[in-house]
């Protein structure tokens, strides 16, 4: 029974020894004092001595000229490292003697000396020829044209029928990409050659050795003799230039035709790319000095491939890192380290070409492109975090490695997956879709064959038939840049989570010290608020003689405050104009009467402290005006002129006129005290008040730290020029949303004013939906924040039901009012019949 054999009994055959030598050249082999230990049996011949007896154990200089025996120690002084060759071109053995080109090196012990007969070619220069031949090839464009190009030099350099270039896919196949061939043979262009066509160890002498020639299948190899002590057949020969050939390798080419052969490799970045193969259908010697143009013509032409891959591969990675810088830019700025991954998905598909992109992360999946289903994902990063925990992992075919990725294969055949947490969890993915293509085999990659003439080994007698295979399941294969790029940016993205992590961290420190910061500040200014209401109750009783009156005093000054307040609140306390303070004071008390407060100055802001302060002194002043002064009939004015003093101090001078005589106050009241002490006291500034008899005159000198003029302050349209409108009267039940009860006790007493009959009273959004569902209302006042709730809900409802309402807030709250509510009036706290009433102004109630 014959057995079984297929294309892997190649692997096992020791090709760098071999024990013989090509013919068209001699092997001596010597120990460190220059005696021959070993010779290749036809050396005798060469040499013209009679017999191996004659060249053993001999020192060599007793073979050789003198002249020789001094070109060879010069050689051997320059190797350098085990694979090191030396050669020398036209050197006279014998003297007198033919020339005859060297190439020396060490295999081990032994310094080995190869000699072939030289081939006298005065136009050859190996330099010269090289020069000539990038020149050319470095004129293309693109790696097909410049592999085509140079094998198109190689075939003139070396004279062989066919030259191919021969590139090597990650599965170790290879695939003719260049051909220049003799008129009438077939093409082999576009053929694919099995792994198995070139063994392993075949592969690593590739590498370590340039150039390999066979001049001629048939020739008969000379056997290597050594002494008894020596062991000539165990002689390694990787980097021989004569070693002969595998008699599996001589039945190969003799299958396909081809009597010699020479095979030069190209390297990028020290590993196999691929071989410039060449054949000749009949034998074929090319001279050393040819090969040796050769040999350097394929060092020259990696570098310069691997010049052009890198250059597309440095764009393709610039491009990565590009998009990677522009990432860590962004996402220092990310508010959210758990969607960060996420948000940035588009910017990941500009890194590496792919279809599809999948982010798992936090138990979360976010997809983008071609990709598996969500389940389908989530079960493949099971499988990646179970068998590459922490580690980079591709793979262009992925039911080759993930057996249920067949069943999604034609949506994502290949992936690339990156560990983005420490531990294995979190997982960025990209995919490819399947690339289903025809390939032509040189052969059936696969294909057994039966015992041969040679014993239990290949006989392939027709394993160069084309045989065309389709191969499905496959993508567009992950290249060594895409992992380059995979690996920065999985550090990249690491470092992200970390920085992120770590921001958050410092955010919620100091989210905390601002709160608590906060707290204190609130704490700080409700005391002093609370201290100043005390203040003005206790000194407004002294003065009133009713509790009408009383009321109405101390609600005056407590909101005028509250004005002055709402104006800083709403520049985020910056300064606030002068002129503003006085509009609003004026338009506040006189209303249409406002007109008769003259105003003139230049543009000036005040310091939010002085504002404050100014603001009760100016209300008292406009009060007593409006009540004794100038502006206690309908006569007289009130003139406000302010400017600068060459210090920059504020200086307002206020000046009555026209109204009742003046009488000055028989006791100082606390609303003298106010307009006299505040500005000295709070602000370290001046004020002077006189009563005369013609109107009242005061001059108030601001500091000029509290005081910045501004080339143009854009005021809100002045309000002394607004016309007095009929406010709107209320009417039926009216809804309060409140959730402080004596505020909204005080909202209720002005609603009734206005005219509403009845108002019912909401501390939650809860309360505010079930009253309007028992009635609904004509109109609604709606505080917007309610504690950990707020009031928007229920402004949707009644403009669903068409109810006219008004916001209010706090001091300094930012309304969060969405914009289809943003037609209603907003309001500040506290609330005043004033406000509520200009409020509605702007209103339709026909409820």
């Not at 294909?447 to 394993?463: A, F, I, N, Q």
């Not at 006791?667 to 505040?678: A, P, V």
């Not at 002045?718 to 009267?729: G, Y």
Request: proline share 5%; with cysteine; aromatic share 6%.
């Amino acid at each position: 029974m014959n057995e079984q054999v297929d294309l892997t009994n190649c692997d096992r055959e020791p090709i760098h020894i071999p024990g013989t030598v090509q013919p068209f050249g001699f092997l001596l082999g010597m120990l460190s004092d220059f005696s021959i230990a070993l010779a290749s049996e036809n050396a005798p011949a060469f040499l013209g001595v009679g017999d191996l007896s004659d060249l053993l154990q001999r020192p060599l200089d007793t073979i050789v000229a003198d002249g020789a025996m001094q070109a060879i120690r010069s050689r051997v002084d320059q190797l350098s490292g085990p694979d090191a060759v030396e050669r020398a071109f036209g050197v006279a053995l014998a003297p007198g003697g033919r020339p005859f080109d060297l190439a020396i090196h060490f295999s081990g012990a032994y310094l080995i000396v190869e000699a072939e007969p030289s081939v006298i070619e005065p136009d050859v220069h190996s330099g010269e020829l090289v020069r000539l031949m990038l020149g050319r090839v470095r004129k293309t464009r693109g790696t097909t044209d410049l592999a085509q190009e140079a094998a198109r030099q190689l075939k003139v350099l070396t004279g062989f029928d066919r030259v191919m270039v021969y590139r090597f896919h990650p599965d170790g196949s290879g695939e003719v990409i260049a051909e220049v061939a003799s008129a009438g043979l077939e093409s082999f262009l576009g053929l694919h050659y099995p792994a198995s066509d070139i063994p392993k160890q075949a592969r690593t002498l590739y590498l370590r050795n340039w150039l390999r020639i066979i001049a001629d299948i048939d020739a008969v190899p000379a056997r290597l003799k050594s002494t008894a002590t020596h062991n000539a057949e165990l002689l390694d020969l990787s980097m021989s230039v004569l070693r002969s050939v595998s008699p599996i390798h001589i039945e190969y080419l003799r299958n396909m035709g081809v009597r010699a052969s020479m095979s030069v490799s190209i390297l990028r970045e020290g590993k196999l790319w691929g071989l410039f193969a060449c054949h000749h259908y009949t034998p074929h010697h090319v001279s050393f000095e040819r090969r040796t143009a050769s040999e350097l013509f394929g060092q020259m032409f990696s570098w310069i491939l691997e010049g052009r891959e890198r250059e597309s591969d440095m764009a393709y990675e610039t491009r990565a890192h590009q998009v990677q810088e522009r990432l860590m830019e962004s996402v220092t700025t990310h508010a959210h380290s758990t969607r960060a991954i996420i948000d940035f998905i588009g910017d990941y598909r500009k890194m590496i070409d792919c279809d599809g992109i999948a982010v798992w992360s936090e138990g979360e999946i976010t997809l983008e492109g071609e990709t598996p289903t969500e389940s389908e994902v989530q079960e493949l990063v099971g499988f990646i975090n179970r068998t590459s925990p922490g580690r980079i992992c591709a793979s262009a075919e992925i039911a080759k490695v993930y057996a249920s990725g067949e069943s999604f294969r034609d949506r994502a055949a290949g992936f690339l997956a990156i560990p983005i947490s420490r531990a294995p969890r979190d997982c960025l993915m990209f995919f490819r879709r399947e690339v289903v293509r025809s390939v032509n085999w040189a052969g059936a990659p696969d294909k057994v064959y039966s015992e041969g003439p040679l014993g239990p080994r290949l006989t392939p007698r027709k394993s160069f038939e084309i045989w065309q295979e389709t191969v499905a399941g496959q993508s567009k294969p992950w290249t060594q840049t895409d992992l380059r790029i995979a690996e920065g940016l999985r550090v990249t993205l690491l470092e992200v989570i970390l920085q992120l992590s770590d921001l958050a961290a410092r955010e919620r420190r100091n989210a905390q010290e601002r709160q608590e910061l906060m707290i204190a500040e609130l704490n700080h200014r409700v005391r002093n608020i609370l201290s100043l209401v005390r203040g003005l109750v206790a000194q407004s009783k002294d003065t009133a003689t009713s509790v009408e009156e009383f009321a109405s005093v101390l609600g005056g000054r407590i909101q005028a405050l509250a004005r002055a307040h709402d104006q800083i609140t709403n520049l985020n306390w910056a300064p606030v104009a002068l002129r503003n303070l006085l509009e609003s004071e004026a338009g506040a008390y006189l209303g249409s009467r406002a007109g008769r407060v003259r105003m003139d100055g230049p543009d000036v802001a005040l310091d939010p402290k002085a504002f404050a302060t100014l603001a009760l002194v100016v209300h008292e002043m406009m009060t007593n005006s409006a009540k004794y002064g100038a502006l206690a009939d309908s006569t007289g004015q009130v003139q406000v002129i302010w400017r600068l003093d060459p210090g920059s101090s504020l200086v307002i001078d206020w000046k009555e006129s026209g109204g009742p005589p003046v009488q000055p106050p028989s006791r100082r009241g606390f609303g003298t005290t106010i307009i006299e002490r505040s500005v000295p006291f709070d602000l370290k500034g001046d004020a002077e008040i006189r009563f005369d008899l013609l109107g009242v005159q005061a001059r108030f000198v601001i500091p000029a730290n509290f005081v910045q003029a501004v080339p143009s302050i854009a005021s809100a349209p002045s309000r002394l020029a607004a016309k007095a409108e009929e406010t709107p009267r209320l009417s039926g039940t009216v809804l309060i949303v409140e959730d402080n009860l004596i505020i909204a006790m005080s909202a209720e007493v002005i609603l009734l004013e206005l005219g509403a009959r009845h108002v019912e009273t909401a501390a939650s959004v809860n309360q505010a939906m079930k009253s309007i569902e028992r009635a609904v209302p004509s109109f609604a006042l709606l505080d917007i924040n309610l504690g950990s709730e707020n009031s928007i809900m229920v402004g949707h409802k009644l403009s669903e039901l068409g109810v006219p309402f008004i916001f209010a807030t706090g001091y300094g709250e930012r309304a969060p009012i969405p914009p289809e509510l943003s037609a209603a009036p907003v309001i500040q706290k506290p609330y005043t019949r004033e406000l509520v009433e200009k409020a509605l102004t702007t209103m339709t109630l026909d409820r």
